[in-house]
């Protein structure tokens, strides 16, 4: 399955940013689908993770309240609705997935992303 991640760019502070992430040659059905996102000089942390089948979302302290994970099964995508956005948000955000009906913020669970989308959240 290959994973494409898009909707990335400039947003200002309390803006909103939606990035996307496309599952080509498979599907999101029974998977775990996490969001993760890397800033220039720190390690990749997980943001966000839902459970296909069972809908149960995690979401990381730094962004509880203001982003929302969601997926369109028949469109085969997974979607990050990225809230009230601060200078510290601004990361490349990576997407992956991988089959199973659990969460989990721990990017070592995932084994397979995207190329990733640049998110810069400037004034």
């Known amino acids: 399955v290959q994973r494409v991640e898009s909707g990335g760019g400039l947003g200002q502070p309390g803006g909103s940013l939606r990035l996307s992430c496309a599952a080509s040659?498979?599907?999101?059905?029974?998977?775990?689908i996490t969001w993760c996102r890397q800033a220039p000089g720190k390690e990749r942390e997980g943001v966000s993770c839902i459970s296909s089948s069972s809908g149960r979302t995690l979401y990381a302290d730094s962004v509880k309240g203001r982003f929302t994970i969601s997926t369109d099964y028949a469109r085969r995508t997974a979607f990050l609705q990225m809230n009230n956005l601060r200078p510290e948000d601004t990361a490349v955000y990576y997407c992956a997935t991988e089959p199973g009906s659990w969460v989990s913020l721990n990017v070592g669970d995932f084994g397979s992303w995207g190329q990733g989308t640049q998110v810069t959240v400037s004034s």
């Open positions: 040659g498979g599907t999101l059905e029974d998977h775990a």
